[in-house]
């Protein structure tokens, strides 16, 4: 049984047309299987496969050159391994990225990281986000039909047509207290922001203390604080329609690890933060450029996934956080 984004069977990478390759900046992690595949290869492949991995803390990986891009990578972006050996010899990660699943009483949830351009093309480019299943309700057990069944209840308020955006986020976090409440006994301090200033200064103050993970986020970040007078003055209308996808995917992503904490309103939370995040760097960029492109929004929604989604530690924290 499983559960996909409607748009997940026609993610192509981008390959050489990418212009925030995944193949920079972190350690690429080489599978078992994979790594007895490199040992047997033959050929002008042979010497550079063996001099190209390293051990990182007992793990083999892909050495990086002096620019921190992967030493397989061309300077035409696309990867010399797959050019050469062809996607048989990807490993796992290279082959997977950026799909995730996440397994629960027998369904496969699968799903695309926002940390992948073509992702965020995709899902800007979708009328509202869907997913596809291929099983009932009634198939899964009690608890996770319960689940299931309340995150559709979520996406409902988020595409409720009869109300405002910002209508739509204050009864979706009470929903989420509700809920909360109602199927773990948790009771969750709902406390709303007082306006939009402070609504912003909130999420910054919560990013500012995650673990940067290099430094083009340090100097957005830094450039975010600086400007939030400006931001909240900013006379820029944004698109609530991607607002409503980003949060429902956020959502979608997140939400069955409820199974274990029983923590909705800290999910809702954490999607709320990410659209509030989104929506300061869109205004920074109204400011600074007197208008908010495709490219603008894509850039936002990718920052936040690599900055946040993407570091086990900086997730934990932003879904733990009080605000």
Known sequence: MYIKPSFYDDFCCKADKCTDTCCAGWEVDIDDVTLKKYNSVQGDMKHRLSSSIVDSDGQPCFRLD???????????????????????????????????????????????????????????????????????????????????????????????????????????????????????????????????????????????????????????????????????????????????????????????NCRFDGKIYNVVRFAVCAVIFVYASECLSFIENDKVTAKDRIDAIKRWSQQIEYSQENTDMCLTSDI
């Open 66 to 256: 002096e620019k921190e891009r992967c030493c397989f990578l061309s300077e035409k972006g696309l990867c010399d391994i797959y050019s050469a050996l062809g996607e048989d010899y990807l490993c796992d990660i290279c082959k997977e990225h950026p799909r995730f699943y996440d397994e629960f009483d027998g369904i496969t949830q699968c799903g695309l990281g926002l940390c992948c351009e073509k992702v965020c093309e995709m899902l800007l480019d979708c009328d509202s986000f869907c997913y596809i299943r291929d099983f009932e309700y009634s198939d899964a057990s009690e608890d996770t039909q319960i689940l299931l069944e309340t995150r559709d209840e979520m996406f409902s308020l988020i595409y409720d047509d009869t109300e405002s955006f910002e209508n739509k986020i204050t009864a979706l976090i009470e929903f989420a207290v509700k809920a909360e409440y109602e199927l773990f006994g948790d009771k969750s301090n709902n406390i709303p922001f007082a306006d939009k200033k402070s609504a912003i200064e909130e999420v910054l103050s919560l990013y500012n203390k995650t673990e940067p993970i290099n430094e083009r986020w340090t100097e957005f970040l830094g450039a975010l604080n600086n400007n939030i007078s400006a931001i909240t003055l900013c006379e820029y209308t944004p698109d609530f329609a991607l607002y409503e996808k980003l949060l429902s995917y956020i959502i979608y992503r997140h939400f069955m």
